[in-house]
Nanobody
Framework: QVQLVESGGGSVQAGGSLRLSCAAS????????IGWYRHSPGKVRPLVAA????????DYSSSATDRFTISRDNSKNTVYLQMNSLKPEDTAVYYC???????????????WGLGTQVTVSS
């Protein structure tokens, strides 16, 4: 499995924006679909957004639709999550992970990284 490193988190006020990055060092990165997940205390790690290996397909959770945009640049081995109109309930640690089958974003995931903290204040 490809090793991924998240970055770009921070503290913003409600209505602000952040862009998260998910970077890999291996060229096999382009073979994998990538998902962004988030974790907050006491909750499971739901999928926020996903993008197919080629970038032609995307999927969003209902809370992310119309506010977040996932994209990838395979030449840079990086996936981005542009988050706009942030809300306090978006506060969480955000993780990215790779999965082999589109539509199965919780199957055969790699090891979880350290994630990146996003804090949105009201």
């Amino acid at each position: 499995q490809v090793q991924l490193v998240e970055s770009g988190g921070g503290s913003v006020q409600a209505g602000g924006s952040l862009r998260l990055s998910c970077a890999a060092s291996e060229s096999t990165f382009s073979n994998y679909h990538i998902g962004w997940y988030r974790h907050s205390p006491g909750k499971v790690r739901p999928l926020v957004a996903a993008i197919s290996s080629s970038g032609s397909l995307t999927d969003y959770s209902s809370s992310a639709t119309d506010r977040f945009t996932i994209s990838r640049d395979n030449s840079k081995n990086t996936v981005y999550l542009q988050m706009n109109s942030l809300k306090p309930e978006d506060t969480a640690v955000y993780y990215c992970n790779a999965f082999p089958l589109w539509g199965y974003a919780y199957t055969d995931l790699g090891s979880w990284g350290l994630g990146t903290q996003v804090t949105v204040s009201s």
